[in-house]
């Protein structure tokens, strides 16, 4: 079907592997194109042109995830790549997203949430499993001296926060009555004034800075 979503796994237990393929592909939407089991072979295959999201675990017997996500994001840097690993540490988190993963997961996720971490993902949005916000906005407002908060404007606060439960600029689009390319214009000026580049950095920085609620899925 064209309009499925052509899914990578990598990860280093064969079972593990054939198990979320099946539970994946239970969904008609998705499917599983490829799987690998090192990061050297993660990376060959996510550089193919039919993949449009890499679910990748952290721990892997040559290189570790964090070496997989950085060389996809130097080789193919529109590639979604979406995280699913045993660690739930706040240190562990926080360096996958700023290295420009573009959502998070711990392996304790039924089958149905990392369906909709997949489609928001490959939608253009992002993905932070709730459990997780609370111990990450802690590490993060850990750092007390950073610069001071810029201000927004209501309609920059309103894309923030949709852009932060993983709506695409079409859904931010809709929900807001304006058409994409404002919306892509309110984001245009979140990345100015967080400094930073990606949207899934937008959603750490405001974390950072209080800016959105942790509580909020």
């Not at 996510?46 to 060389?71: E, F, K, M, T, Y």
């Not at 993963?101 to 928001?120: N, P, W």
């Not at 245009?188 to 990606?198: E, P, W």
Request: proline fraction near 4%; include cysteine.
């Amino acid at each position: 079907m064209a309009s499925q979503i052509h899914v990578l796994l990598v990860d280093d237990h064969h079972i593990l592997r054939e198990g979320l393929k099946t539970l994946l592909e239970a969904d008609s939407e998705v499917c599983v194109i490829a799987s690998a089991e090192t990061a050297a072979e993660g990376l060959t295959k996510a550089l193919g042109a039919n993949v449009q999201v890499a679910v990748i675990d952290i721990s892997l017997p040559d290189h570790d995830g964090h070496w997989l996500l950085r060389q996809i994001r130097q080789e193919r840097p529109s590639l979604p790549v979406l995280i699913l690993s045993m660690h739930a540490d706040p240190a562990t988190v926080v360096k996958v997203l700023s290295d420009g993963a573009s959502g998070y997961l711990t392996k304790s996720a039924d089958s149905k949430e990392l369906l909709t971490a997949i489609r928001s993902v490959h939608n253009g949005g992002s993905y932070l499993q709730p459990r997780i916000a609370p111990f990450l906005l802690g590490a993060l407002r850990k750092s007390e001296n950073g610069p001071l908060q810029p201000e927004f404007t209501q309609r920059e606060k309103d894309v923030l926060r949709q852009v932060a439960v993983g709506q695409s600029n079409h859904q931010i689009a809709e929900g807001l009555f304006v058409s994409a390319s404002t919306v892509k214009a309110h984001l245009r000026a979140l990345f100015r004034k967080l400094g930073v580049s990606t949207r899934t950095e937008v959603v750490v920085e405001a974390i950072r800075l209080g800016l959105i609620d942790s509580s909020s899925p």
